[in-house]
């Protein structure tokens, strides 16, 4: 390029970039509704990206410097990096300024026990129809039984229990417990499962749950693969949306639900502990870990309104429809972030994004990813119009590539000491967990039990995420008194067995099994005398058997009325008991 043509550009691209900081930023002192969450969990938040680049990786050959040295060219010969920025008039971006709270909604702010908060996502119609469902299947299911009772109906009270139930294995860590050990009898099993209902009972309806139904279900998995879970899925990140505002960061990145069933989309990912399963990509806030959307990848769908594009700015531009034009920041890993997502999330959603980027974009300079002649913790900066681009060396020919449209600054953090840190990577390395952490929160009170139907395994997501969301809720209304999520988990699982108990309770149990049940329901128990058992007295001795032997009977002679045993009764019929009878006559 000629140096007076890029310079020319240069001018104009400033020119305009200075109109635009102008028109669209706001004074500092404006910002009086703005909000900070803090952090309630903490993780580790050690640098650690796949983005980092080694000597031999790099693309060294076709490094070219721009006449001037005033910026950095693409390798794409189109995209301009500015070596320096431009100087700042002490404001705001517009589109770093968030005009809305963070935290519970009107929908959700006098949910204060921990069945209300979870009730907000699992509602009355998502259990209604889990319901219907699950009765259709139980109902052709039916004939293959000899005992109808063995496949009674359910209803909404028993499938509560049964997530009750659910959750009370998790926060235990029994999820993979033989169901014999916890049902045994011998007192080693929580007597709370044998209180609920039968071993078979659960068993049985955890095969017979369904969301869909069945008799139209080959229709809809021709137009739509996730046709068993897809109404309750919808209905259930609706829920999420409408409870909870995200605080000013957000992550974006993928959960591997673990599946080794079959199932034409399941994912094999050696970096996930389970390695198989089912991708969901998932939107969560950075500071609170409150899921806020989610999408569950299935692959090439069939054509029809279901067939969507799987490429990472298709998935990123679906996921941040809730938190669109609201000035929020996004913070993904380098399989999603692009130069072009940035932009256009920027200028079409008002959202800013930070992730770390991969060596093969055409618009990263050639001289950002060589590393060879680089000393140690250096940071090479480029400014575009609305984006920063970040080359920093953390070890000896390996460096790390990030892109930002949230910073436009080449500021160091200084608490990074001798590491000398962009504050781009301090503030990517803060947010970059969100959605790791919520694998982490399931994973340690997980409901999910090994199945070979993959629609099973992502409602156990689903019962995991209501958990952490109802808690993170829970948490928010109830400032001055909060409970570990053990605890929460634990008095959900309570309040969701409850109705069910009381059903329960007035059935014809064994003796002791009813003590129980109503010492848990605090129901008092009527003392009623025992009587001394004397049927063994009551009843006669056979008068044919020998001292010794002392049997007690209650059957006696139809003659003589003599008691007798079994072994000297002699059986006969109508006609020659009647016949015997004349003769005697």
């Not at 910002?31 to 803090?38: I, R």
Request: proline share 5%; aromatic share 8%.
């Amino acid at each position: 390029m000629d140096p007076k043509e890029e310079a020319r550009l240069l001018q104009i691209w400033q020119e305009l970039e200075e109109e635009d900081r102008i028109e669209n930023e706001v004074p500092e002192e404006q910002l009086d509704d703005e909000e900070s969450d803090e952090d309630c969990i903490e993780i580790d938040n050690d640098h650690q990206t796949d983005s980092e680049v080694s000597a031999d990786e790099s693309d060294t050959d076709s490094i070219t410097h721009s006449p001037g040295g005033l910026s950095y060219i693409g390798k794409d010969n189109v995209t301009l990096w500015r070596k320096h920025q431009n100087p700042r008039r002490g404001r705001i971006r517009q589109c770093n300024i968030i005009r809305e709270s963070p935290g519970v909604t009107a929908l959700a702010k006098d949910a204060t026990d921990p069945y209300q908060t979870w009730k907000l996502f699992f509602t009355d119609d998502i259990l209604e129809l889990i319901v219907s469902c699950t009765n259709k299947y139980l109902t052709a299911i039916r004939p293959n039984y000899s005992r109808e009772r063995d496949v009674l109906d359910t209803n909404v009270d028993e499938v509560k229990a049964l997530f009750g139930l659910l959750y009370i294995a998790g926060v235990l860590k029994s999820r993979h417990t033989n169901l014999k050990d916890m049902w045994a009898t011998d007192k080693t099993a929580p007597e709370i499962f044998r209180m609920v209902m039968s071993k078979n009972r659960f068993y049985l309806l955890l095969r017979a749950l369904r969301f869909d139904d069945l008799a139209t279900r080959d229709e809809r998995k021709q137009l739509d693969k996730l046709a068993p879970i897809r109404t309750i899925f919808e209905m259930f990140l609706q829920q999420c949306k409408s409870c909870y505002k995200a605080g000013p960061n957000c992550t974006i990145d993928e959960m591997l639900e673990g599946f080794r069933g079959r199932c034409s989309f399941r994912q094999y990912i050696p970096s996930k502990p389970n390695k198989y399963g089912i991708k969901i990509f998932s939107l969560v806030d950075s500071s609170s870990y409150y899921t806020m959307n989610m999408e569950i990848y299935a692959g090439k769908q069939p054509l029809g309104p279901f067939q969507i594009d799987n490429s990472a700015s298709s998935v990123v531009t679906r996921l941040v429809q809730p938190i669109s034009k609201s000035g929020r920041n996004i913070t993904c890993d380098n399989w999603f972030t692009s130069v072009p997502l940035a932009l256009d999330l920027l200028r079409n959603h008002r959202l800013t994004l930070v992730g770390t980027l991969r060596k093969n974009k055409a618009q990263i300079p050639p001289q950002f990813i060589e590393t060879k002649s680089r000393p140690l913790y250096s940071s090479m900066f480029g400014f575009g119009q609305d984006s920063l681009l970040v080359s920093y060396v953390p070890k000896k020919n390996k460096n790390v590539l990030l892109l930002s449209t949230f910073h436009d600054d080449d500021v160091v953090d200084e608490t990074t000491a001798e590491d000398c840190k962009p504050a781009v990577i301090t503030f990517y390395n803060k947010n970059k967990a969100g959605v790791d952490v919520v694998d982490q929160l399931k994973s340690l009170y997980s409901v999910a039990r090994i199945t070979c139907r993959w629609p099973m395994t992502v409602f156990f997501s689903l019962l995991n995420i209501a958990g952490i969301n109802g808690y993170i809720i829970h948490r928010s209304n109830n400032v001055t008194t909060v409970d570990s999520r053990r605890m929460y988990l634990k008095a959900l699982a309570d309040q969701l067995i409850h109705p069910h108990l009381y059903h329960r309770v007035k059935l014809q149990l064994p003796y002791l099994l009813g003590l129980q049940i109503r010492d848990y329901l605090n129901i008092p128990v009527v003392n009623v005398p025992l009587q001394e058992n004397n049927s063994e007295e009551q009843r006669p001795k056979c008068g044919f058997c020998p001292r010794k032997k002392n049997r007690n009977t209650r059957a006696k002679c139809a003659q003589c009325s003599t008691p007798i045993c079994r072994e000297h009764t002699s059986t006969v019929c109508i006609r020659c008991a009647q016949n015997a009878e004349e003769e005697d006559e």
